[in-house]
């Protein structure tokens, strides 16, 4: 657990920013990807930290990818 608390942020960062850089080289889907990763370790991340910021700021980007994940897989 502890491992977790020290580098899931840092790993789940690495992917969002990942991602963003695919988005800005319009590499489509694998920005989507890599973003949504990053976003759900930031996500639990807050939660295990009890940081309702985090928790509300990236909790809310996981419906977001959802809906990019659906229009790419339909």
Avoid: R
């Amino acid at each position: 657990m502890n491992f977790i608390k020290l580098y899931l942020k840092w790993i789940s960062t690495s992917f969002v920013l990942i991602g963003i850089l695919l988005t800005n080289l319009n590499i489509y889907p694998l920005n989507i990807f890599s973003h949504g990763i990053g976003v759900v370790g930031w996500t639990i991340a807050g939660l295990l930290n009890k940081d309702k910021a985090i928790i509300v700021n990236f909790g809310l980007q996981i419906p977001l990818f959802l809906i990019g994940y659906i229009n790419f897989f339909t």
